[in-house]
Nanobody
């Protein structure tokens, strides 16, 4: 049974940083790409970033480029999202997802329950 558990959310000030983690279990982690998505209050789901199974390829939404860094530790079955220079518009519930294949561009078939990030002075 696939389990994805996000952590690391909380309150941050504008310009601050947070590091989200996604602990995975129930599948062979290093065989699959992984992704982050977010949903701001009153808005739809937005793709944030994705990383291939071998770490060679990454994707970032335009608004996150240069501020967010996705990474993974296949030995620890964990994916990360380092978020720097946070803005109030980054306030959202952040979800990790398991991709269908080793490609970061593939669809997603499992989701975590999310972790809330609030950016406010």
């Amino acid at each position: 049974q696939v389990q994805l558990v996000e952590s690391g959310g909380g309150l941050a000030q504008p310009g601050g940083s947070l590091r989200l983690s996604c602990a995975a279990s129930g599948f062979t982690f290093n065989n699959y790409a992984m992704s982050w998505a977010r949903q701001a209050p009153g808005k739809g789901l937005e793709w944030v970033s994705a990383i291939s199974s071998d770490v060679r390829n990454t994707y970032y939404a335009d608004s996150m480029k240069g501020r967010f860094t996705i990474s993974r530790d296949n030995a620890k079955n964990t994916m990360y999202l380092q978020k720097d220079n946070l803005k109030p518009e980054d306030t959202a519930q952040y979800y990790c997802a398991k991709n269908l294949t080793n490609s970061y561009a593939s669809g997603k078939d499992s989701w975590g329950k999310g972790t809330l990030v609030t950016v406010s002075a």
